[in-house]
């Protein structure tokens, strides 16, 4: 793949995830970085506000809480949804993935609120 594309993905990966993510060997790693991040997180017509609300309920749909915890924090620091925003959501996937998993997302939107503002309350320049 190209310099340019990496560079591209690798900079949407940090605009993502709200940190930096370094360039690293493998299929897998250059598949995600030039493919999903460089043209499909940066492709016109949903905001990454749009994208993180539908990545959030795919993942809630499928149980991957593990993702979620990434995603999750990541929507908080990038300013994307509020913490009465993700209880919001937890509220309403509920009603579409049914209740263990919705109240598992729930219990985790709090504790990653709770972390999140602990955190900055730690780092007030944050």
């Known amino acids: ?13 940090r ?4 940190w930096e ?3 690293a060997p ?11 991040f460089a043209e499909i997180w940066t492709r016109p017509g949903l905001s990454m506000r ?20 990434i995603q999750i924090p990541a929507a908080l620091s990038n300013g994307e949804l ?14 579409y993935v049914g209740w263990p998993l919705g109240a598992r997302l729930s219990v985790q939107i709090d504790t990653l609120i709770a972390k999140y503002d602990k955190q900055r309350s ?5």
């Open 82 to 95: 509020s913490p009465a925003e993700l209880r919001e959501v937890a509220v309403f996937l509920t009603h």
């Open 26 to 36: 493998g299929d897998f790693f250059g598949i995600t970085v030039d493919h999903l």
């Open 15 to 18: 605009q993502v995830y709200g």
């Open 122 to 126: 730690l780092d007030p320049d944050d």
């Open 50 to 69: 749009d994208r993180r609300l539908l990545l959030i309920g795919v993942l809630a749909g499928q149980g991957l809480n593990d993702v979620l915890d």
């Open 1 to 13: 793949m190209s310099d340019e594309r990496r560079r591209r993905g690798l900079e949407m990966m």
């Open 21 to 23: 993510v370094g360039d």
